[in-house]
């Protein structure tokens, strides 16, 4: 029983609350933290990032009990535990509401700040999944939804430790606009794996308004936004991370062909890490900005300087 209550909080899908650690990286980075490698710091990290996976596992949670009717029409989705039979609803019921009680607990430990995002997390489940507003029924609404929780473990990550502080604009608008790509992509990826108009109604409402011209073109454009915003924060914070824009827009380029394949993984977003081209990609992202924001490249200043001097831009 214990197996089906993990398959029902879906732990393999925390991996997602990886966005939460540019948030700690990007508040240490552009403010600064006393005494940051300290005990009680990490001890602060634990009980946060618990507390954020209470709360994403009881958004799973409402998902698949609001789900049930729609899961069924999908040859994977239909073998989840409410909808195979392995467990009751009120069972599950019970799960979520312990969890989003866990979670608020375990946010109190943390700041005021960290527990109004965890309740706001909480409430976006709600108004993503239930009825009478369940945006993830109306077609565009349902991915700007789903992607704002993007912004929010941004924001939950960048309020652990400097509540008092806000994130650059530019950097919420990127993890928001990025994670507007990669759910644009998602549906784009489930959209082609029904391959079949009423089915994928019955599915997934949104779907009735939805196609694949439609889909690319709204990913196109959240990439375009993400992207321009990308090149003002690195602009303006560290010249060096200029160097990032080809190897960035080779993993934007890199997940639309992942979404093109046939029986995609971006539509399972939990195997993404199978991929082991998409893993080296970000690594190779992560790795090279971390050496670009120690090190200062003092040709990039010369250059920079000489456009500056001649107007050449």
Request: net charge positive.
């Amino acid at each position: 029983m214990l197996s089906v209550y993990l398959e029902l909080i879906r732990i393999n899908y925390w991996y997602k609350n990886i966005f939460v650690i540019p948030g700690i990286f990007f508040s240490y980075y552009l403010v600064g933290i006393n005494n940051f490698f300290i005990f009680e710091n990490f001890l602060i990290i634990l009980i946060s990032f618990m507390s954020i996976f209470a709360v994403c596992s009881s958004n799973y949670v409402i998902n698949e009990i609001t789900d049930v009717k729609f899961d069924k029409f999908h040859s994977i989705k239909k073998k989840r535990p409410i909808v195979s039979g392995k467990i009751s609803k009120s069972s599950a019921l019970l799960m979520y509401f312990f969890l989003i009680l866990f979670s608020l607990y375990l946010s109190s430990y943390v700041n005021r700040q960290f527990s109004t995002l965890i309740l706001l997390l909480f409430l976006m489940g709600i108004i993503y999944n239930k009825e009478p507003i369940r945006l993830k029924d109306y077609p565009f609404l349902d991915v700007i939804c789903e992607s704002f929780n993007n912004l929010l473990r941004l924001l939950l990550g960048w309020n652990i430790f400097t509540p008092d502080f806000l994130p650059p604009i530019s950097l919420c608008i990127i993890f928001w606009t990025g994670g507007a790509f990669l759910m644009t992509m998602k549906r784009y990826a489930e959209y082609k794996f029904i391959n079949n108009k009423k089915k994928s109604i019955n599915y997934r409402k949104s779907f009735k308004f939805y196609n694949e011209k439609s889909l690319i073109l709204f990913a196109n454009f959240s990439a375009i936004f993400c992207s321009i915003f990308i090149g003002i924060f690195l602009a303006k914070y560290k010249l060096e991370l200029i160097l990032l824009t080809p190897f960035i827009t080779t993993l934007f380029c890199y997940y639309y062909f992942l979404s093109e394949k046939k029986n995609s993984i971006a539509q399972s977003t939990e195997f993404l890490f199978k991929d082991r081209i998409l893993v080296l990609i970000v690594i190779t992202n992560v790795i090279l900005a971390f050496i670009l924001i120690k090190y200062e490249l003092s040709f990039l200043q010369i250059f920079d300087n000489y456009i500056i001097k001649n107007n050449l831009f």
